[in-house]
């Protein structure tokens, strides 16, 4: 085991009372860690698969200084934990993003901005549409043109980390073609090389952008889309014709902005609206289809099948909880627990019709798809199983088969948590389940984590491998894996 850099100087972030009340996102499994390891020699048991190549990264939010006032799961400082496996052997590294915020909180020593549920007035910036949130880039992290780019919920720069090291290589403006934000769920095309993106703000029309970065690395593309005001959009769509841009009455309050504080409310009596745009169309080319009101946080993947566009999401009927809040701590922690089902959208471009309804009614979230099948029919997703906790904690991992509605699913265990668990295509991989899954998993007896990879084929028998960690990898958001050939190609290797 080698440890072949110093820690950083991080401020320990105490359990804390905040409105006299313990948050549990601060305590226990999800404590920040305090330092960056690199870590090899690390125990396994059963075997690590020696045609699983590349690199596992999971992004999530890392307190790095106490903060005044209460605590949000989305204020976390942005780490990315990786796991990258050669030849039958495995290497864990954790690293913070360093952002613009990570930079001048360093330069301080303490924390300069408050949380999202604070008023921003006093922080020193906020993104370029004028909110004063930080942008901490602990969102989301994917793979495009060799590097790796960590992104944020509300809107920020993405940050280029390099695959292996996890240096941040600084804030990703695609050689200065980028003017503004990216959303933090963006998509990559593999088979063009695009990369299409959106994002939203409060400040005024156009309420969101849309647009693509060609496989040379610049933005070939941008347009305005004209939405009612202000939203807040989580997810988007592809196709290899179209993208699937969302207009949900999630609101952000604008009385609340302009008091300085930030909030947002479920409008049940507005549409869902699903917008199906040319993939380098305008803002007028857009065609709306309308929905029963929901939310959606995570697209499973779109396609086209003849005249239509079909969408499989999570769904969630009801964001915002209707009861009587004794705390605003209680508020957030209603709001963060999710009730999501597998849900499927077809919208007919030729009658303009939307068809909807459930594929199944099991609480999961966090899917993922096989990233070649990206846009594309697929057949199989990989999704966690939401656990019956007051926080945001995966109990199990659950492969749901779209055309038979068959589940394979594989329960971690008492006090075993996960994380996101993308598909790993094997060297060679011919097929959606011709690879294996991986996850972090948290073990608050034991208070360490593990690295368990699954056989795709047969997610129900469990872990064929599990790389032990001498410490836990906090929970966090999202996930990626990235391909020993990708990594070549990149120049990463």
Not at 204 to 221: L, S
Request: contains cysteine; aromatic residues 10%; hydrophobic residues 35%.
């Amino acid at each position: 085991m080698t440890r072949n850099e110093q820690p950083i100087a991080v401020a320990r972030v105490a359990a804390g009372t905040e409105e006299d009340e313990p948050n549990p996102y601060l305590m226990g499994v999800f404590e920040a860690v305090q330092d960056e390891l690199t870590l090899d020699d690390l125990e396994v048991i059963g075997e690590i698969p020696a045609d699983l190549n590349g690199v596992f990264l999971r992004n999530g939010p890392n307190r790095r200084f106490p903060a005044e006032g209460r605590y949000h799961m989305f204020d976390g400082d942005g780490m990315i934990h990786a796991m990258h496996f050669e030849n039958g052997k495995a290497r864990y590294r954790n690293r913070y993003v360093r952002t613009a915020a990570f930079h001048e909180e360093s330069k301080a020593g303490k924390a300069l901005w408050t949380g999202v549920m604070e008023n921003p007035a006093n922080n020193p910036f906020g993104n370029t549409h004028g909110l004063g949130i930080k942008d901490s880039a602990n969102t989301d992290v994917l793979f495009h043109r060799g590097k790796v780019l960590a992104t944020w919920y509300l809107c920020g720069s993405p940050y280029a980390i390099d695959p292996l090291s996890l240096e941040t290589l600084g804030a990703e403006n695609f050689l200065g073609t980028l003017d503004g934000d990216m959303m933090a769920h963006n998509k990559v095309d593999e088979e063009t090389g695009e990369l299409l993106w959106f994002d939203y703000g409060p400040d005024g029309p156009p309420y969101m952008r849309y647009g693509v970065v060609g496989p040379e690395g610049t933005v070939t593309h941008v347009t305005g889309v004209d939405i009612p005001g202000p939203r807040l959009p989580h997810d988007m769509a592809i196709t290899p014709n179209y993208s699937i841009l969302m207009d949900l009455p999630l609101i952000q309050d604008q009385e609340a902005r302009a008091a300085g504080k930030y909030r947002i409310f479920f409008e049940r009596s507005l549409p869902a609206r699903f917008g199906v745009i040319p993939r380098h169309g305008n803002g007028d080319a857009i065609r709306w289809f309308t929905a029963d009101p929901c939310y959606i946080y995570h697209v499973v993947n779109s396609w086209e099948e003849g005249e239509e566009i079909v969408l499989d999401v999570c769904r969630v009927k009801n964001p915002q909880h209707q009861a009587t809040y004794t705390s605003k701590l209680a508020q957030m922690l209603a709001y963060l627990r999710l009730n999501a089902h597998i849900y499927r959208y077809r919208f007919n471009l030729r009658t303009g019709q939307t068809t909807e309804g459930p594929l199944d009614d099991d609480n999961i979230e966090f899917p993922s798809v096989d990233s070649r099948v990206m846009g594309r029919p697929h057949r199989y997703s990989y999704d966690m199983h939401l656990a019956t906790e007051q926080t945001l904690l995966f109990d199990g991992l659950v492969r749901f088969d779209s055309q038979t509605g068959q589940k394979q699913e594989h329960f971690f265990g008492p006090g075993r948590y996960g994380s996101e668990s993308p598909f790993a295509a094997r060297d060679g991989s011919t097929g959606e389940t011709d690879g294996y899954l991986v996850s972090f998993i948290n073990d608050e007896r034991e208070n360490r984590a593990e690295c368990a990879i699954f056989d795709a084929a047969d997610v129900s028998a469990g872990p064929v491998g599990r790389v032990l960690l001498p410490r836990r990898v906090p929970p966090g958001f999202h996930a990626t894996w990235v391909r020993a050939d990708q990594l070549r190609e990149g120049g990463s290797l």
